[in-house]
């Protein structure tokens, strides 16, 4: 399946912050992922376990279980 697929990715290359269109991401990263990730961060969505693994950046290569401003901002450099 494809979250299986995303699942083993993850653990060879780390999360990559696509949590754009909701319930199923794009394959992109770019500023969809941003305000979606923005809505998380501020209490105004609740993640799914899908978004946890691919939005959870912070610390790179160490995921913390949390999303925070620390994930958001480096998922702004990576949208610039």
Do not use: F
């Not at 990559?16 to 501020?42: F, S």
Request: proline letters at 8%; zero cysteines; glycine letters at 8%.
């Amino acid at each position: 399946s494809a979250s299986l697929l995303y699942r083993q990715w993850t653990e060879l290359h780390g999360p990559d912050g696509d949590v754009a269109p909701l319930g199923n991401p794009d394959g992109k990263i770019d500023i969809a992922d941003y305000l979606v990730l923005q809505r998380i961060v501020l209490g105004r969505l609740a993640p799914t376990a899908q978004e946890m693994e691919h939005g959870d950046l912070y610390p790179a290569w160490a995921p913390d279980g949390v999303l925070d401003i620390r994930d958001l901002l480096l998922l702004l450099k990576t949208v610039r």
